[in-house]
């Protein structure tokens, strides 16, 4: 017996109609976010602070922590930036898990360099953490002296800038946290054109949104906090116990009521080599990440609010209510979401960008098309995420199991 036997005529138009209109709101809502990132981002990406708030005799300390691990052609670019912060009272501390990391010649090196820098270096990390880069960084968190925690893995363009940004954010009331958009420096290849217009477009025309409408959305890349808050919701080792340990202890913050505010500044990865493949696996492991987390949003809502899904769905609704000529209106759809990314990147930029507008599109297209077979490619093992030398297993809720040879071990 077909599905569609299952039910009489009236059942499927009741069906199809709230399929129709599941759509259309889907098309506005989205349309909405991309409104307001648009508008607001212009409001909000490189507006300075007012420096006069920390320029007192208490100015607030800033304790800077450092996760590293090995080294790269552009490591000595980033981690240099966070030297010459012209900040009166911040202390560096750079961590790597063993004696052996590539990473630890270089921060002597820095040392040498600027010995009037308060650096201090961290080597081994805490036992019982499952997440790698908190068990890396557990030590230099314990040791941070000051109420302020940056916890950076970003080059930091503008240093003087985005700290005086950070702090000032961070003393307005009831501000607990304040962080700042994932983007990406400037760099050769198309696999780099892929991440800014990745970063830049799909990524801020949801995450611009959400902050300035005051949603709890939050990445860990580069974030400032208020030591004292964060203690008092068991402190940043015991969220070591998930592999996404911003996305609960952002949550946690934001659920005690306290504010969660966006830098005007975008954190700068270096993406020193890279690979359409090595993006997509990075996007896969992310998406299996918010699948544990939020199965709904994640499984639903992000995949069908994305280009291609959205523009098939809602052109498909339009015939069916309107009579819409679904491919003219698809066509459209996929043309000034392709622009509208484009002029959302150019102001995460701030500045010309160093590809062409066609290499921009072919990355534009091909990001879409890989969002549908990330998203598929996520679903075929869920629960298994792969990173660094260990693999681990997530259950709903992020629980997290690391998986070895002879079987599980939970911490």
Known sequence: MSLYSMFDEQTWSYVVFFLGVIALVLYA???FFIIISQIGGRFVLFKKEDSALILSDNVPGVSIIKPLMGIDPLLEI????????????????CCVQDDQDAAINLVNKMMERYPKVDCKLFIGGKDGIINP???NMAPAYDKAQYEYVWISTSRIKGSTDIIVDMVCKLQKPNVALCHQMPFTTDQKGFAQSLEKTYFGGAFARYYLAFNILGLCCCTGMSYMFKKSLLDDLNGLNW???YLAEDFYLTHALHEKGHRLVLSAYPAQQNLASTAVS?????????????LNMMPLVSGFLEPMTECIPLGLFAAWSLHHFLGINPYIFFGGHVVSWLLSDYILLRLCQNGELQFSKLQYSVAW????????????????SPRTIKWGKRTYKLSLGGHTEILTDKGKVKL
Do not use: C, Q
């Open 278 to 290: 090595g993006y997509k696996d990075r996007m896969v492991r992310w998406l299996r990440l918010r």
């Open 78 to 93: 980033n981690l240099e930036s966070h030297f010459t912060i012209n900040y009166p009272k911040y202390e560096l501390l």
């Open 29 to 31: 809502m989205s349309t």
């Open 365 to 380: 297209i091909l990001r879409e098309i890989l969002a549908v077979v990330v998203f598929f490619e996520a679903l075929l």
């Open 133 to 135: 880069m908190v068990h």
């Open 239 to 241: 969220y070591g116990k």
